[in-house]
């Protein structure tokens, strides 16, 4: 997937919620690239939420621009254009979730734009498909985990066909294995449709699957780049309240003891396969949470 298109632009985004208020975001820019998988990550209060706002057009900058493709997120004309591209995906399942058959619920948007019935078939059949719950279509939702409400949330946004997903902390309510069954599911409309994710996360382990980390501090970007580059310095990691991912975490202190292993390793598979080395044993493939 080539990724040299912008899908969003940020420019020195300042936003207060108040007049009286301090910054929630001071002087942000950034750039989503179309087909990229970026995470979002800083401690609570930051502003992720904040930005993630903004690239809809939910708020609009109070200085600076934002541009999803070309359009200005202030330039009200296109205010279909832009939700259109870019679907938000929320923490809590249960508040976005709208009828009481999974089939209706993922149709809901499409009905209110008057889109053709046969259409409207087609698109909600595939966006069930692409989401994995294309099996529960006939189920009510309030009967489903929260990872497969959270999956038919997901399907009523792939629905509007967007070219972008931004997930506010959408896994932070799930179980392990709801979590790891959503990822999975977001990993699979980046990777095979090419659809542009942003995930704001407080999991270290999601970021570390991202193409790209953006780590935010007191309503500015304080890291950026490949989750490699981003984790290098635990320290650092530590003092923006955030966690080390586990697999770097126990290399770290394995490499205090004495034993030498690699200094770049943040995932459990890269940790698997240095510890089977280390043993002369070849790795064995991981069991699976699902
Ligand atoms: N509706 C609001 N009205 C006033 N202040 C707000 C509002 N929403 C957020 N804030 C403030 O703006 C700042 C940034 O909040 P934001 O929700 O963007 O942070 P966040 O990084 O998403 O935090 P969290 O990890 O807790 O979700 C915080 O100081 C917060 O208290
Ligand atoms: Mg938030």
Redesign the pocket.
Known sequence: MKMDKSMIRAQQLVFR??QE??R?LNGVSAEIKKGEFVAVL??????????AKHFNAILLPEEGEVFVEEYNTKDEEHLYDIRQRVGMVFQNPDNQIVATVVEEDVAFALENLGVPPDEMRERVDEAMEMAGIYKHRTKAPHKLSGGQKQRVAIAGVIAMRPDCLVM??STAMLDPIGREKVMRTVERLNREFGITVVM?T?YMEEAVRADRVIV?SG?HIEMEGTPKEVFRDSAKIRALKLDVPQAKELCDLLREAGVAVDEEIISAEECIQALAALLGKPAQPGCDVI
């Open positions: 919620y108040t208020g301090r929630a800083g401690a609570n209060g930051c502003g992720k939420s904040t930005l506010d902390e704001i407080h935010m309503g």
